[in-house]
């Protein structure tokens, strides 16, 4: 499946997937509003995208990406060897082995210094920063660059991986499924009659070329749902409409939340550590709106909980006949019942 190599907000195509009819259909993703129903309810994630690679002074050539919120002061983060963005992350060289007490100069006024290297893998280190809190992220956005992709053509900038309705900087990549989502279509989407609504989700790295710990991706990840979102949860239950989740990692933070608290999402804070892939039964969420994904990627394994595979198989080879895109600045997916 072929990726988009510019990151520009073009004119988007839509995969429609319908499970309950064993069909799909391709078509515009400006049309998104037409597989809606009046009463349903779409839940976007508003996390801001971090500048989360950072390369070190010292040791020289080392990048670090930040991987995992722990608190104020420290961050899991994947270290990878000497290379740029033009390198895939799987022909990166090892970095350097870190040990417990390592202290890694990012720039004159911020270091890290190495608490633990994970079980996981040797590559994610625990780190605690020298700065915390809001001088943290200040100095993150003087130093950072946001998470670069081997397949685009030129470097990003912060806002090309930043959503419409991004709020706090919690991501350390960009919540893709939303970039396409202009104000434009969001607005015919209400018009449609569709509630909106959002949650905050700490979006991870979705690739370190480490096979071993790409396979247990994706990692921990913090979420906070607001009591409003909870409230047009229950209103579209109510109403019998339907609640399709912008991106992978809205289903992660609601079916996560569900299953903290007996089945059903309420409001809050809290950590997503479930890996949902089939046999998971799906609590909360009705359809999912996507990118396109590869067989094998951790995203495509989530929508195989909505979808069986093989009918996502079919539907992802006619799809990239037909010229669709993958990866993060690619085309869109819709899995929903009576969506194509």
Do not use: C, K
Not at 129 to 139: H, K, T, V
Not at 326 to 338: I, M, P, W
Request: charged share 20%; glycine share 8%.
């Amino acid at each position: 499946m072929n990726p988009a190599t510019e990151p520009r907000r073009r004119p988007g195509r839509l995969l429609s997937i319908d499970p309950a009819a064993d069909r799909w259909s391709l078509g515009a993703l400006d049309a998104l509003p037409e597989h809606l129903r009046p009463g349903d309810l779409l839940v976007v994630n508003d996390a801001a995208t971090l500048p989360a690679s950072l390369h070190l002074l010292a040791p020289t050539g080392v990048e670090l990406r930040l991987a995992a919120w722990i608190d104020d002061a420290r961050w899991w983060a994947v270290a990878f060897g000497p290379g740029d963005w033009r390198q895939d992350t799987d022909l990166r060289p090892p970095p350097p082995v870190f040990r417990e007490g390592d202290v890694l100069r990012i720039s004159d006024d911020l270091s890290a210094a190495v608490e633990a290297a994970s079980p996981r893998s040797p590559r994610l280190l625990r780190l605690r920063f020298s700065l915390r809190g809001e001088a943290l992220l200040d100095a993150l956005h003087r130093r950072g660059r946001p998470v670069q992709y081997s397949y685009l053509r030129r470097p990003l900038a912060l806002h090309e991986v930043r959503t419409v309705f991004a709020g706090r900087p919690w991501a350390v990549e960009m919540p893709s499924a939303g970039r396409a989502l202009s104000a434009g279509l969001l607005r015919r989407v209400r018009q449609r009659g569709v509630d909106l609504a959002w949650l905050t989700h700490a979006a991870g790295l979705s690739a370190t070329g480490d096979p071993a710990l790409d396979a247990q991706l994706p990692l921990p990840e913090r979420y906070e749902i607001p009591a409003e979102t909870v409230d047009a949860l229950d209103r579209a239950r109510a109403r019998g409409g339907r609640i399709v989740a912008v991106g992978t990692s809205v289903v992660r933070a609601l079916e996560s939340a569900a299953a903290t608290h007996g089945g059903w999402p309420q409001a809050g804070a809290g950590v997503a550590e479930l890996i949902i892939r089939p046999p998971f039964a799906l609590q909360v969420v009705d359809g999912l709106l996507s990118g396109m994904h590869e067989v094998g990627e951790s995203h495509h394994a989530l929508l195989a909980a909505v979808a069986p595979a093989p009918l996502l198989n079919a539907a992802n080879a006619d799809a990239t006949a037909a010229g669709l895109l993958a990866h993060e600045f690619g085309d869109s997916t819709l899995v929903l019942a009576g969506a194509a």
